[in-house]
């Protein structure tokens, strides 16, 4: 069953005689149950798309789905049953964290009883009378994720839940978001913390330009072929000699691979590889399979390595 269905949704700006696509026809489906990273670069759409799916924005055209609601009443109804958070936590600092879940309760409708399961949740029970402005960056993280599920949603919808924290704080947020996906709710996760994306996610969407440009598995998304690691003693002669590989479709090095050379091969067959390699006097000391990284997908992909923003020239821009 569908969580989350969009249909060329678009949302764009005028501003003088320019206008601003910040959303560009996107149609994606995300399915109860999965855990669904929304990546792109810095100004792709991805911050726009979650106001449209929560109603802070009005789409410009396009239609949204929820928890197979549409329509006003329908999108209202779906949107009580939905949990989100922004990426920049909003509480009331000099109360504490029990506090102002209380007061998230109230807002919501929800019992006193959800408090208590939220904070131990996220582990801030023995915390829970501590005001939120001493807080570190990782508990106010955790209890605006508390702040999620007051309500008991089905759909929980984040923005950067993990964005400035340390090693220890993304594994501690990786492990709440896992434990509410067992619960049997469905993830929608914007991120640029790829890597654990790659660790939590079990589909993935990647948007550039306020479009859609790659969908699919995690597996599906980083999936190349059949590539392998080959190291000798010669790179250069390992790398000359592995294009002359009828097998072979692309030979390349790596700048910070450590002298490695990669190799696509047609199908799954290295111990020929190896076989005529050294029938042409190159002997290789490793040869392992070699899984490319979200990160790597991602930056083909978009074709950019440390994000963009920003609009065009041409007077329509994108933004979000």
Known sequence: MTAIATIGLRKWYRSGFSRTRAV???????????????????GSGKTTTIGLL????????????????????????ARRRTGATLETPNFYPYLSGERNLRLVARVKGAPDADVDRALDLVGLS?????????????????????????GDPELIILDEPANGLDPEGMREIREII????????????????LAEVEKTCTHVAIIKKGQLIRQGTVDEIVETGFVYALRADDPAALAEAARTFPGAREVWTERDADADVFVELAAREPAELNRF????????SRLVEHRRSLEDAFIEATGDAAGESGGESTGEGSTG
């Open 277 to 284: 390699l050294s029938g042409r006097a190159v002997f290789v």
């Open 54 to 77: 929560l109603g802070i924005l009005r789409p410009t055209a396009g239609e949204v789905e929820l928890l197979g609601r549409s329509g006003r009443r329908g999108l209202l109804e």
């Open 24 to 42: 560009d026809g996107i149609t994606f489906r995300v399915e109860r149950g999965q855990i669904f990273g929304f990546l792109g670069p810095n």
């Open 126 to 150: 023995d915390r829970r009378t501590d005001r939120f402005a001493a807080y570190s960056l990782g508990m106010k993280q955790r209890l605006a994720l508390a702040a999620t599920v007051i």
């Open 178 to 193: 896992l434990r509410l996906a067992d619960e049997g709710r469905t993830i929608f996760l914007s991120s640029h913390l």
